[in-house]
Nanobody, 131 residues
Framework: QVQLVESGGGLVQAGESLRLSCAAS????????MGWFRQAPGQEREFVAA????????YYADSVKGRFTISRDNAKNTMFLQMDSLSPEDTAVYYC????????????????????????WGQGTQVTVSS
């Protein structure tokens, strides 16, 4: 059983930065693809970013490319999302997710952006960006 806990959310002004963390339990962290999703009130859950099991490849939603950076530290069982140049459009609950690496066989972003590919989810952390 993999348990995920997000932290680092908060209230910031437009143009500022936040760094989200996702701590995972267990000793098999490197076996999982890790991703970030977000959901704003009244909207669908939205893919934000994902990183391969080895950390060699990252994928981003078009809306966050150039502003967000995903990373992972397998030795510490932790994933990060560095969020720069935040805007009110980024306001949402952010969730970290983990999926078995064998679920991701397509080249490119198509598998990584599908929430149903992920097996474990954190409870979310609120990010609010004021104008």
């Amino acid at each position: 059983q993999v348990q995920l806990v997000e932290s680092g959310g908060g209230l910031v002004q437009a143009g500022e930065s936040l760094r989200l963390s996702c701590a995972a339990s267990g000793r098999t962290f490197s076996n999982y693809v890790m991703g970030w999703f977000r959901q704003a009130p009244g909207q669908e859950r939205e893919f934000v970013a994902a990183i391969s099991w080895s950390g060699a490849t990252s994928y981003y939603a078009d809306s966050v490319k150039g502003r967000f950076t995903i990373s992972r530290d397998n030795a510490k069982n932790t994933m990060f999302l560095q969020m720069d140049s935040l805007s009110p459009e980024d306001t949402a609950v952010y969730y970290c997710a983990a999926g078995d690496r064998l679920n991701f066989w397509m080249r490119g972003r198509s598998d990584y952006e599908r929430y149903e590919k992920y097996d474990y989810w954190g409870q979310g952390t609120q990010v609010t960006v004021s104008s």
